[in-house]
């Protein structure tokens, strides 16, 4: 666990998980725990899957995420103690968030960010659809219905409007559905948050700035 601190007393703490294809020390994961890090009384905690340590494939159910996960969260109430726990996940590292919230639905989880939803993957994720050249997609509305009906919780989805793995409109029509569900779009966005007609160009910044800006209001922070 990666702490990232800030010279102010906390009594909140914002866990930001990695996706698929990265780790706590990517640009988008390093600019997104500046950002909050910036929030006054908010610290943010960064860190890596077991997956990404061992260099292995995701468990096919997401259990041993999810087990990372609490981990992570256990102790940072054990030496927090927060008042309000935000759980941010780029893509995959969402929908870990989301899964955990479903089975330790105690925990007091204030708010889940998913950054880049894999909405056509399904739940649980089928992983082996992005190596297929012709992929079977399985019935994602309904998997995710079924998940979402179960989760209470506040649930902000920031989706590029370029994103492969979850087109927009669905994923609008489908948070529409939830009065927890809110979700913003970034235009030209990739799932990775990069330009989708420029290699160079990124949208960290934007997406970190949309989260921040939901957890001051949730929070009443300044920064």
Known sequence: MNKNTNNHTTSVVAIISHGLSDNSSS???????????DLSGVIPITHDFSFARKKLTPSSNLYIEVEDL???????????????????????????????????????????????????LGYPPRLNLLSESNPVLPDYFSEYRDLLRELKVPIFIVQGDGDDLGDVQECKELCGEFSNCSMEVIDNASHGFT?????????????????????????????
Not at 27 to 37: D, G, L, N, P, V
Not at 85 to 91: C, M, T
Not at 199 to 208: A, D, G, L, R
């Open 27 to 37: 640009s988008f994961i390093r600019t997104m725990a500046k950002k909050i890090r």
């Open 70 to 120: 609490k981990a992570v969260i256990d102790e940072s109430i054990k030496k927090y103690a927060p008042d309000s726990i935000f759980l941010i996940g780029k893509s995959l590292g969402g929908l870990v968030s989301l899964a955990y919230r479903r089975k330790y639905a105690q925990e007091p989880i204030t708010a889940v960010f998913i950054l880049g939803f894999p909405f056509k």
């Open 195 to 223: 330009d989708v007609y420029s290699i160079n160009k990124t949208f960290y910044e934007e997406c970190s700035n949309l989260v921040a800006d939901d957890i001051k209001k949730l929070t009443n922070r300044t920064g």
